[in-house]
């Protein structure tokens, strides 16, 4: 491919012309081991779930002291939690992450202000009982049910419930991906990361809705469904908004991986999830949602008998002319299937011998004056 022919194809001004429906096993392949890989990850190590959820202490202070980690978790361990997980920040801070401290508040912040040669009151801490989290959990499951059901409900009324199906696949996919992602890496799952989640599946559901919209706009030519079938032209669709689902998506990460690098502490685990779930979002559409779609809809007995009469007509061997007989049959199978009020004017139905051509009577001679 040249340099023109390529910006040609990124700026939109070229369709690209790829069999991805074809190759639905391919892509159900990758994104199922995608899948396995997440899952495993989920179980072990697991989701590193932040105190929000689960219920905990959170104590930040400055280490003017210059204590070591192993300094500190020897301090909480006589102190009663000596499972606490002790980290040394960039910004020259100790953060502790531990059970909630209940009764015991007063004597481990007095500890570790000793330890560090700080007043109590210089510690930030942050304590969460475990009722709490579990109330903030349950939420959180509670609000992406809520999405899922409307989503279903929209695109139900909006296309077809087929069509819906596809795309909480798609949805499923993108979540548990993405929250495998974040098992593998180890980051703490926070109410930002679940804003952030939403956020991307509302986002891949855009992308879906755009393509399905193609799709539609498409379907509803019986003479292209007729002699592309439906998977071809689910097909056509994909190749027509490939590009600008892609160039989409770029608007997209280039902002959010500007977060991810230099937004700091604070935004970067919401730009972490946000950059993940778009990459993510973006193949499911185009690789996962659609694919399912021309399988479901292939399945019907119409779109059925329209592939077998596509691959009759495809066994006449290229180069060959076809017997005007079989001829005469693949094109009396294609006008059935377009209804006679989507033909043009004059196209309808009209037996053989009406419709050829009334032989031109010669001109007969003027009269002589």
Known sequence: MSLRSAIALFRGQREFHVDLIGRRRVWFLISGVLIGISIGA??????????????????????????????????????GHPDAVVQLTGEGEVRVRTESLGNERTEILEGLAEQAGLQPSDISVEDIGPKWGEQISVKALQGLIIFLVVV????????????????????????IITAGVYALVGREVTPETVIAILTI?????????????????????????????YAGMVNLSLNQVLMRS??????????????????????????????????????SSIFVA??????????????????????RRETVRPGLRAV????????????????ASTRPTGQARRPAQARRKPKKKPRSKRRRR
Request: glycine share 8%; charged share 20%; net charge negative.
């Open 246 to 283: 892609v160039n989409t998506s770029l608007v997209v990460l280039l902002p959010v991986g500007s977060l991810l690098l230099l937004g700091g502490e604070t935004l970067e685990s919401f730009a972490f999830a946000l950059f993940v779930g778009v990459l993510v979002g973006t193949y």
């Open 201 to 229: 599946l509302g986002y891949s559901l855009y992308d879906t809705v755009v393509i399905f919209d193609k799709v539609k706009e498409n379907a509803e030519s019986t003479a292209l469904v007729a002699r592309e079938t």
């Open 290 to 311: 659609a694919p399912i779609l021309a399988v479901l809809k292939e399945r019907e007995p119409k779109m059925a008998e329209i592939r077998h009469r596509a691959e």
């Open 324 to 339: 005007p007989a079989q001829q005469a049959a693949a094109d009396e199978e294609e006008r059935e299937l377009v209804p």
């Open 152 to 175: 279903s409900i929209y695109i139900s009324l909006r296309f077809e419930w087929k069509m819906a199906a596809a795309a909480l696949v798609a949805l499923f996919h993108d979540l």
């Open 42 to 79: 989920l179980f072990f190590p697991g989701v590193n779930l932040g105190i929000d959820f689960r219920g905990g202490a959170l104590l930040n202070y400055p280490n003017e002291a210059g204590v070591s980690v192993e300094e500190v978790r020897r301090e909480l361990a006589g102190l």
